[in-house]
Each structure stands twice: as structure tokens, then as C-alpha cells.
């Protein structure tokens, strides 16, 4: 199966599609699933099940939380971590704690990249995003993609789109068809990292949507 593992909903402060409209659009592209990972809140979450069960497509709970050392990808979440600015040790802990996983997203991209070592968190991590369609340039995903092999770490890739028709050109894949098949296939190091990079225009259609000029 072929799943969107960082994936931004209207919920996040930057972002402006509806779940639906993500959904339908991952459809029309081949993906068969998303995780919904909306910074700092988890307000799509009930609405995203409900549409998953609406269009026979899977929906994995997540949550992107912005440490004071950069960002932590909580997947496989039960609740919302209020841990916006704490130290990414404290959520990386609160994430373990509800059995979710710790993902490191655009780990070595620049200014959004995770502004400490890495290493020092090994205890904790459990996987990085190898390959983000977001952002430009592809000396950052293989870095991190050299890492995560290095640390013998799980890897993701994830669209981080923040618009709905940025959705699809990026994915992570993996044998079976339920979330918790997924799960171990992050944490059994199963997973493989597929796709291109996402058109750089949708790096701006979020703003043009949410002023009136997109739709």
C-alpha cells in the first residue's frame, strides 16, 4: 500500500484544504492512505475517520509538534501532545507513552531542519522522513536518508503538503493493509520511500487559497 505519512489539513495554522478534498485527491493519485498531521492540534482527527470510513481509505492519527529544537512527527497517536516549544526529548516521550512513533521530519533542510544532534535521541527515535515532497532540493533526503541507515532507523516519506493538490507525488509504501501493519513496518525497518518531488508552486498555493485566489 501506498501512504502520505505527513500530511497537513485546513487545521494547521499554514494549510487550507478539507479533509475530503485530500482524501479524494489521494485517491485520484494511487494513494490508498494518509496521516493527518496537523501542527499543534489534533482537530481533524474524528472528521478524518469518519471520511476514511466514507471512502475505504486508511487514516493514520498524527500530530507535528515544533520542539524548541525543531520538529518531532508523532504517528500512531490516541491524544493530543501540547508540546509546542518543550524539549523534544519531553514529547519524544509523550509520544512513546501513548505506543505512537517518533519520526524525525526534513530532518537536514535548512532553517526547518531538527537544530541538534540527532544522535542524541536515539533512545527515542524511531524513524526519519528520508524524503520530503515539500521541500526543495535532494542533498537534505539523502543525508537523512544516510542516517537513518547509519542508526538503523525506519524510514518515511511524506508529501508535507499543505494544500490539497500537492497530495500524491510523495509516499511511503509497505506490505499489508491496516495501520498497525504499517506501524511494524516502520519500526521492522520494511518500508520503502517512493514518489518526486511536489511542482515548487504548491509551496505557495496554501496562501493563495487562503486569500481568495485558489480554490
Not at 18 to 33: P, V
Request: charged residues 30%.
Amino acid at each position: 500500500m501506498k501512504i502520505d505519512l505527513h500530511c497537513h489539513t485546513k487545521y494547521s495554522y499554514d494549510a487550507a484544504s478539507s479533509i475530503e478534498k485530500i482524501i479524494i485527491q489521494a485517491k485520484k493519485t494511487g494513494l490508498d492512505g494518509i496521516a493527518i498531521t496537523d501542527h499543534e492540534n489534533t482537530k481533524g482527527w474524528i472528521e478524518a475517520i469518519e471520511l476514511g470510513k466514507k471512502h475505504n481509505f486508511l487514516i493514520v492519527l498524527g500530530e507535528e509538534i515544533k520542539t524548541n529544537k525543531g520538529d518531532v512527527l508523532g504517528l500512531f497517536l490516541k491524544e493530543q501532545i501540547n508540546g509546542y516549544k518543550k524539549d523534544p526529548r519531553w514529547v519524544m516521550e509523550e509520544i512513546r507513552k501513548q505506543g505512537g512513533l517518533v519520526i524525525i521530519p526534513h530532518p537536514f533542510h535548512g532553517s526547518e531542519g531538527f537544530r541538534d544532534d540527532i544522535a542524541k535521541y536515539l533512545d527515542l527515535v524511531d524513524g526519519i522522513e528520508v524524503f520530503n515532497g515539500r521541500k526543495p532540493g535532494t542533498n537534505p533526503d539523502k543525508k537523512a536518508m544516510e542516517f537513518a541507515k547509519k542508526h538503523n532507523l525506519g524510514m518515511t516519506a511524506g508529501g508535507d503538503s499543505h494544500h490539497y493538490k500537492g497530495i500524491g507525488y510523495t509516499y511511503t509504501e509497505f506490505d499489508g493493509t491496516t495501520v498497525e501493519e504499517l506501524k511494524q513496518a516502520i519500526l521492522n525497518k520494511q518500508t520503502r520511500t517512493n514518489g518526486k518531488k511536489a511542482p515548487l508552486i504548491y509551496i505557495i498555493t496554501p496562501f493563495l487559497a487562503k486569500i481568495g485566489l485558489l480554490k
